[in-house]
């Protein structure tokens, strides 16, 4: 089955498909030095109806095997996700949710499962790379190719992908996801660095992301020709629009100028509650519909 192997940060990352999950629309088994993940994206083949957003869920699950354990005590199986964990799976959605096309709406479930761990790396920047290879060797309509790395400070000296160990002594932890074009997010902690520092591992960080990046496109070079399906999508009314646009624009600049964020949230409702019974009978049935219409209008 396709395997591409490659270096990052002086260490050996591999990046496989076909081997498991083939159930899955998609799958990458992804390994740095020990530390391996198994990544799965499924989607569904029927919209979602009566919503007004898209519906993408993001699981990232550590297995106690993973480190050699066992849960002890009463209970034996694995609890509740860790905040470590939800933490991770925010910082895998916040990759990929905006490179979506909003107004697909069937269900797409990426599950990213560490089945090994050798403490030297931070797993969910895996799950961001095995995510993105996974999607690109699917069905599922995707437009770009993802990474992410972390970028460390110790003795003024960058490290790429930084052990736990060495983020001890960092001045900087940054990890940067992104496309071939730019980067998409950020997250990051300093002991007071300067700009010129933070700006300089963003910019090395992008530099290690496209070279992640080359090793996916060799990856589905490998596969060979994928056809992609036809996600169903949120088709809006014209003159739906027109007439929400000319009953709620107004509205809605007033109410964001609200600074109090409930108090906002309720007048927003309020609004699209108002403009639902103004339009009568046929857009009460379409209250997601136009729902979908203010946001828009609210985000402009």
Known sequence: MPSIEGEVGGRPLSLTVGDVAGQANGACWIRYGDTVLLVTVVASKNVR??????????????????????????????????????????????????????????????????????????????????????????????PEMVAAVEIGRINKEFIINPTLAQTEESDLEIVVAGTRWGVGMIEAGASEVEERVVIEAIQLAHEEIQKIILLQERLVEEVGPITKSEMIEEKIDIDLERRVRELATQKIEAVSRIAEKKEREAMMNKVVEEVTESLLGEALERKAEIGSICSQIERE
Not at 80 to 92: A, T, V, W, Y
């Open 49 to 142: 109806e009566g919503i007004s957003f898209f519906p993408l869920m993001v699981d990232y699950q550590e297995k106690s095997y993973a480190a050699g354990k066992i849960p002890g005590g009463f209970f034996k199986r694995e609890g509740k996700l860790s905040d470590k964990q939800i933490l991770g799976c925010r910082l895998i959605d916040r990759a990929f949710r905006p490179l979506f096309n909003k107004a697909i709406r069937n269900d797409i479930h990426i599950i990213t499962t560490v089945l090994s761990t050798d403490h030297a790396c931070y797993p969910p920047l895996l799950g961001i790379i095995g995510a993105s290879s996974a999607l690109n060797v699917s069905d599922i309509p995707f």
